[in-house]
């Protein structure tokens, strides 16, 4: 599996992006598709939202009811709407797809916002 992440940018606070993650390869293999970020200057990524194979969908405390994760089945493709984006919603977006045994990462796209 392979994953290309694109959309990033540089957007004023208020304001929206959509982010698009293009999954090739043994795509049939993968069994949930999971947004992450890490902030700049910090180590750790964290968990922005999740889209199972079901539908059902999980976020982050912080992003809940501005961003929305959705996918679309036949072109592979996984989203992330962010709306009402905040200065602390800067940082680098990937995409990781849960393979079960393993995953696989895309190599992230920035996202800054300014206030």
């Known amino acids: 599996v392979q994953l290309v992440e694109s959309g990033g940018g540089l957007v004023q606070a208020g304001g929206f992006l959509r982010l698009s993650c293009a999954a090739s390869?043994?795509?049939?293999?993968?069994?949930?598709m999971v947004w992450y970020r890490q902030a700049p200057g910090k180590q750790q990524r964290e968990l922005v939202a999740?889209?199972?194979?079901?539908?059902?969908?999980t976020y982050a405390d912080s992003v809940r009811g501005r961003f929305t994760i959705s996918r679309e089945n036949p072109k592979n493709m996984v989203y992330l709407q962010m709306n009402s984006l905040k200065t602390e919603d800067t940082a680098r977006y990937y995409c990781?797809?849960?393979?079960?045994?393993?995953?696989?990462w895309g190599q992230g796209t920035l996202v800054t916002v300014s206030s």
């Open positions: 390869g043994s795509v049939f293999s993968i069994k949930g």
């Open positions: 999740s889209i199972s194979t079901d539908g059902s969908t």
């Open positions: 990781f797809a849960n393979l079960g045994f393993s995953g696989v």
